[in-house]
Every structure is written in structure tokens, then in C-alpha cells.
């Protein structure tokens, strides 16, 4: 079973569009993540949640709307989509945050656009 | 400012051969994890070893040993007996106490290949 996954693997989509990218986790975490990774492969926080609870925007432009249902999963929306965007982004869980608590990955998503 | 150093942004060692890849931190918090994470090209990321700022002993996972130098505030990840499949982009991380975030800061990364 796959602890930590991402849909979809590939989004491919043209400026301007609307677009989610969905994440589940089944480690019973309580926290989870959204970090993008550039071209130059430099990986950068987005969004932590807590318990559903926002705990980290890192200064993402409001196009970008996490959404948490429940405890399981984080969803990231894209509104207006910029070439800048494109990206791979990577959902996280971990358990709380305490410091030996490592953060598992999910696949990545690789986002294009066009 | 917290930051993550990696200098090396490439590196090759013989297959069988150890290599070091180094990283170096910057904070002055005093509670701090540091992880090292492993991308192959598939692109997934894949968690190796930890070590926490107040562990005495160095942790070691397997091949994976962390050379933790709290005074010069380096924590360089130690792949013995490479393999083949060790090729792969290393990430070095930091976790600082003081957040409760619990978000990770990484650094640029290396990439490592192994020679048969």
C-alpha cells in the first residue's frame, strides 16, 4: 500500500487554467505538507496542516489554495495558472512535528505549463 | 538566518568505493533535526537517516552513516560499500526545535553517480 499519493503524477495544462492536484496519506499523521521543487531541483515549504488547521503559508500568492477535508488529505488548488508554476510538488505527512519525526513523500507531481 | 549547505553539486565514487557528501547548517536555534533524503530519477523521495542536535552518538542506518560535527555545524552523510543504485540526487534537511511547524529546510542538493 502506498503510504503517501499524489494525483496526478503528470499535469500538463495551458496559462490561465484551474487545475488540483489531490493527496492522501494512510499513516494515521496529523500533519501534512506541500512543497514545491523548481527546476534547479531547490525544494521550498508551501503549506503545513495540522489536524486540518493551517500552520504554514510561506508566502504562496493566493492563487494556490490548500484544502484539508480531514486529517488523510491535503489538497492543493491552482487558480490562473503562470508558466512559473511549473514545477514538481510534493505533498508530505508526518506525525506531529516533533524533531526525529521524519516527513515521508509522496511520488511528486509534475506540473507543465504550456 | 536558518540555511542548509550543500557544495558539492555533483560528485562520483567507484562503485564498492565510500563516499561523503557534505552539508553544512546555519541557525542559532539550539533544538534541531537534520535529515538526509534520497531522489532518484523516478523522482521520489526517499528518507535515510536522522539526526537530532542533542544525539551524542552519530546515527547510522545500514551503508548510512551522518559524520555530525555539532561545532562546525556540519552534518555530511557517509554511503559506504556504494552501489549501483545509490545514483541519485541526496538532499540534506533541517528541522528546528523553536517551530511548530515542523517544515523542512532543505538545501540544494547533489547528485551522486557511481561508476561500475
Known amino acids: 500500500d502506498t503510504a503517501v499519493s499524489q494525483t496526478p503524477k503528470y499535469l500538463v495544462t495551458q496559462m490561465g487554467n484551474d487545475k488540483s492536484i489531490k493527496c492522501e496519506q494512510n499513516l494515521g499523521h496529523d500533519t501534512m505538507y506541500w512543497y514545491k521543487q523548481d527546476s534547479k531541483k531547490f525544494l521550498k515549504i508551501m503549506f503545513s496542516y495540522n489536524n486540518k488547521e493551517l500552520i504554514i503559508n510561506e508566502t504562496v500568492p493566493n492563487r494556490f489554495s490548500p484544502k484539508s477535508p480531514d486529517k488523510a488529505h491535503l489538497n492543493l488548488h491552482i487558480n490562473s495558472l503562470e508558466l512559473g508554476d511549473s514545477a514538481v510538488y510534493f505533498c508530505?505527512?508526518?506525525?506531529?512535528?516533533?524533531?526525529?519525526?521524519?516527513?515521508?513523500f509522496g511520488d511528486g507531481t509534475r506540473l507543465s505549463i504550456l | 538566518a536558518q540555511k542548509i549547505t550543500q557544495t558539492q553539486p555533483g560528485m562520483f565514487v567507484q562503485e564498492k568505493e565510500a563516499v561523503t557528501l557534505d552539508c553544512t547548517y546555519d541557525t542559532s536555534d539550539p533544538s534541531y533535526g537534520l535529515f538526509w533524503y534520497k531522489q532518484p530519477s523516478s523522482g521520489e523521495m526517499i528518507f535515510l537517516i536522522y539526526q537530532g542536535s542533542y544525539d551524542q552518538q552519530n546515527a547510522t542506518e545500514g551503508r548510512y552513516s551522518l559524520n555530525f560535527q555539532k561545532a562546525r555545524k556540519s552534518a555530511n552523510l557517509v554511503i559506504s560499500a556504494s552501489q549501483l543504485g545509490d545514483s541519485a540526487m541526496y538532499f540534506c534537511?533541517?528541522?528546528?526545535?523553536?517551530?511548530?511547524?515542523?517544515?523542512?529546510?532543505f538545501g540544494q542538493g547533489t547528485t551522486l553517480q557511481v561508476k561500475p
Open positions: 534537511a533541517m528541522r528546528l526545535g523553536s517551530s511548530n511547524t515542523g517544515k523542512l529546510i
Open positions: 508530505a505527512s508526518s506525525q506531529g512535528s516533533k524533531l526525529n519525526q521524519p516527513q515521508h
